[in-house]
């Protein structure tokens, strides 16, 4: 507000000033993390079903607004991705989605916009241009990428839901934003309230989505916490205008996970029933479709000696089809149509081909009505021909003889395993064998030695006892200042204090 009387050169005492509430409860808000980057936006391809279960003329009526122009043609690209349209966000008047933006031109915007509200198609890929001055009853969702100011992004969901019916806005926040604040931890009471402290706040507050758009209208800032005063007085307000409870990502976060999980099978028929009793749809796994990769061949492989009989068959063939659609002289050349690049992406994915729309994404899309077909017819005759069914044949012969070499191979291999690990057990009873008898012979030479010194010791034993009884026999008869001490003979000692005496012997 003080920006504008600033801008405008304004006295706030001279202007009077209308307050209103601008909260839209028919529009649930579902805030949904990136897992793609800004440039890619392949977070769309859970959004969009295949068009062989839902046509076009029965997707929601929907709006998806991007930050650039450049943007806008990835959201084209992505959505036909999805969508299993290869090559239509190169076709002007598609019946699934256009796009707009400032330096579209005026009659293309005319275009648009008439058959939007025709019904021609149900999409629109655009930037804020498409923003100011529509007041379309027809929008049944909007979808936002990336994060942006509040008050654009409610000027942006705004345009859903204006006949007062349910209305759906996804809002795809990127999780970082360089240079920006991420996470809850990032915030301080002392930030200023600027409009990237807003965008970023938007894009991690807890806080109901539906009170924080209405806070940031009146007051200039989003509600980081559920215990901020002013949403405790926005939440009372609600109540007492009768407002029904509020069913965004933020207040019923399961029911949000669920429709985000079958949000690509809504239709026109099941939208409102979706909505309103999404705690009703079961919980199915999330599988979110890879986005594919150029469905031509690849140029580098160089193509066998059968299929390219084919690609030289299909450029004549065309050649004829060119020749009967335009049987007058014309401007242009078969080859400006379908050239060998074109012949040889077939020819390469031929393995690929289950019929005409899937050749039409070899080649990028039919440039003449009912190229796909003719070439399809094309392929199926050459599938089906002599020369082809001897290469199968041959084919089945080589890959026999492969099968018979692997599995001799394996064979082989498996014996000598065997081989080598019965080698290894026979070393190792061998081994075994050795460590046995050393110990064998080690036991007997160590029983023949205990044996050797028993022997000795009697002998030194019986010895000693002879040696004794010589000496006592010499000795005599004891005096009486001597005692015996010992247990036997052989151990006997004689002690004592006295002189030992010896009998003199007889003269």
Request: net charge neutral; charged share 30%.
């Amino acid at each position: 507000m003080d920006a504008i009387f600033e801008s405008l050169n304004l006295e706030p005492d001279n202007v009077n000033i209308i307050r209103g509430k601008l909260t839209r409860p028919e529009i649930r808000i579902l805030r949904f993390p990136m897992n793609s980057s800004l440039k890619k936006v392949d977070d769309l391809l859970q959004i969009f079903g295949p068009k062989d279960k839902i046509p076009d003329n029965d997707l929601l009526p929907t709006l998806i607004y991007s930050s650039s122009r450049n943007a806008t043609g990835q959201v084209l690209k992505v959505v036909n991705e999805a969508r299993g349209s290869c090559g239509g966000e190169n076709n002007p008047h598609s019946t699934l989605i256009r796009r707009y933006h400032a330096v579209t031109g005026k009659l293309d915007k005319v275009d648009i916009i008439g058959g939007f509200e025709g019904a021609e198609f149900p999409c629109i890929s655009c930037t804020m241009a498409l923003g100011l001055g529509q007041n379309w009853s027809r929008v049944r969702r909007v979808i936002t990428i990336g994060r942006a100011d509040p008050s654009n992004i409610c000027q942006m969901i705004g345009r859903c839901g204006r006949d007062g019916k349910p209305g759906l806005a996804i809002l795809f926040m990127e999780k970082k934003r360089k240079g920006g604040k991420n996470k809850a931890e990032d915030f301080s009471s002392s930030d200023k309230r600027t409009d990237d402290l807003r965008m970023d706040a938007l894009a991690i507050t807890p806080v109901c989505l539906r009170i924080c758009f209405s806070i940031d209208n009146l007051l200039g800032y989003i509600p980081r916490s559920p215990e901020d005063a002013n949403v405790s007085r926005e939440r009372l307000r609600e109540e007492s205008e009768g407002f029904l409870a509020c069913k965004c990502s933020n207040c019923q976060p399961k029911e949000a996970e669920l429709l985000r999980k079958h949000i690509s099978r809504m239709t026109l028929e099941n939208f409102v029933s979706m909505c309103e009793n999404a705690s009703d749809l079961e919980d199915i796994d999330d599988v979110v479709p890879k986005k594919k990769g150029n469905t031509r061949g690849n140029n580098n492989i160089e193509l066998i000696p059968i299929l390219s009989d084919l690609s030289e068959r299909l450029i004549a063939d065309f050649a004829h089809f060119f020749c009967f659609q335009f049987s007058e002289s014309s401007s242009f050349v078969p080859s400006d149509l379908f050239d060998q690049e074109d012949a040889d992406a077939i020819s390469k994915s031929l393995d690929k081909i289950q019929d005409s729309s899937s050749l039409n994404k070899c080649i990028g899309g039919e440039k003449l009505s009912g190229q796909s077909e003719m070439l399809y017819s094309s392929v199926k005759n050459f599938l089906e021909g002599d020369d082809y069914q001897n290469h199968l044949a041959k084919l089945a012969t080589y890959n026999q003889h492969i099968e018979r070499e692997m599995q001799r191979l394996l064979r082989e291999k498996q014996e000598a395993v065997d081989r080598k690990a019965q080698s290894e057990k026979d070393k190792r009873n061998e081994a075994e064998e050795r460590r046995r008898i050393a110990a064998d012979k080690k036991r007997a030479i160590d029983l023949d030695k205990s044996s050797s010194s028993e022997l000795s010791s009697s002998s030194v034993e019986v010895s000693k006892s002879s040696s004794s009884s010589e000496e006592l026999s010499l000795l005599g008869p004891p005096s009486e200042s001597i005692f015996w001490v010992g247990r036997s003979p052989a151990s006997q000692r004689i002690i004592g204090g006295g002189r030992r005496r010896f009998k003199r012997p007889a003269r």
